[in-house]
């Protein structure tokens, strides 16, 4: 099963290479990972997607809770909680967006950074499943010449209502 957690983690040299390592370590894959700093200047808030089961999440929530720059986590999955990814989305285009691709980056609120056919780029925050179906479709749009690139941030989570973690 795939789970999001969330740690807080010192704003150290080093800490993000042991906690990667903790995962190498154990054959455990990460699919997606984000860090930046909170408003406490000292201290980093780390989001990573990975799967496995139950057992081995708590494991690997064991582990990282040992490691000495971990200052708090949370399992994202098990709560309610929101995710979102940014896209930022590079296509080469005959002339002009085309009507159906128009609304759909309209239905997805898009915002166009560059509107050259040639580098014509967007921006998108969605779920992540939202995200995947537009990088499905999109080349198949009339006048998508191309895709020349996809910038994907990772996912980023936010527990709804009163923090998990702080």
Request: glycine share 8%.
């Amino acid at each position: 099963m795939r789970h999001t957690i969330s740690l807080f983690l010192q704003n150290e040299a080093g800490a993000l290479t042991r906690v990667a390592g903790l995962f190498s370590s154990r054959g455990y894959n990460i699919e997606s990972l984000h860090v930046a700093p909170t408003q406490d200047h000292t201290v980093s808030r780390l989001t990573l997607v990975t799967t496995g089961s139950d057992a081995v999440i708590q494991q690997i929530c064991n582990q990282l809770l040992k490691l000495v720059d971990v200052v708090d986590l949370a399992d994202m999955t098990s709560g309610d909680h929101m995710e979102r990814e940014l896209l930022l989305l590079k296509l080469r285009l005959d002339e002009k967006p085309d009507e159906a691709l128009a609304e759909r980056f309209t239905a997805l609120r898009a915002n166009v950074l560059d509107d050259r056919p040639d580098s014509y780029t967007v921006e998108v925050t969605a779920g992540g499943a939202r995200i995947d179906s537009l990088l499905d479709e999109v080349g198949g749009y009339p006048g998508v010449d191309a895709v020349l690139s996809v910038v994907r941030s990772g996912v980023l989570a936010i527990s709804h209502g009163v923090p998990v973690i702080e």
